[in-house]
Nanobody, 126 residues
Framework: QVQLVESGGGSVQAGGSLRLSCAAF????????MGWFRQAPGKEREGVAA???????RYADSVKGRFTVSQDNAKNTLYLQMNSLKPEDTALYYC????????????????????WGRGTQVTVSS
């Protein structure tokens, strides 16, 4: 099994920045993907950003140009740099991972991931 632990959430004013981290622990082998999802009150969970172990990235249209996903494979750690934050970015952010190649085609879909963290809260005030 794999355990994912998010950190870096908090409260920030509109226009500010936050950097989320996700550390992965356990057995990890083969090619795969890691991604960020978010869920706001009353809304469904949505894919935000994802990256394959070869460095290919995908972003939701709502965050393109503002968020950047990156990884440190040696540390088994995923990052999400969030700039120019807006109140509508307020949500519980989840880290997800899978180490099988099936995730390559649809990296922003929840069904592409086997492992999930418990989430970290991001709150953006106006």
């Amino acid at each position: 099994q794999v355990q994912l632990v998010e950190s870096g959430g908090g409260s920030v004013q509109a226009g500010g920045s936050l950097r989320l981290s996700c550390a992965a622990f356990g057995y990890m082998s083969g090619s795969g993907c890691m991604g960020w999802f978010r869920q706001a009150p009353g809304k469904e969970r949505e894919g935000v950003a994802a990256i394959t172990d070869s460095g290919v990235t995908r972003y939701a249209d709502s965050v393109k140009g503002r968020f950047t996903v990156s990884q440190d494979n040696a540390k088994n750690t995923l990052y999400l740099q969030m700039n120019s934050l807006k109140p509508e970015d307020t949500a519980l952010y989840y880290c997800a991972a899978d180490f099988r190649s099936h995730c390559f085609l649809l990296p922003l879909r929840m069904a592409s991931y086997l492992y999930w963290g418990r989430g970290t809260q991001v709150t953006v005030s106006s």
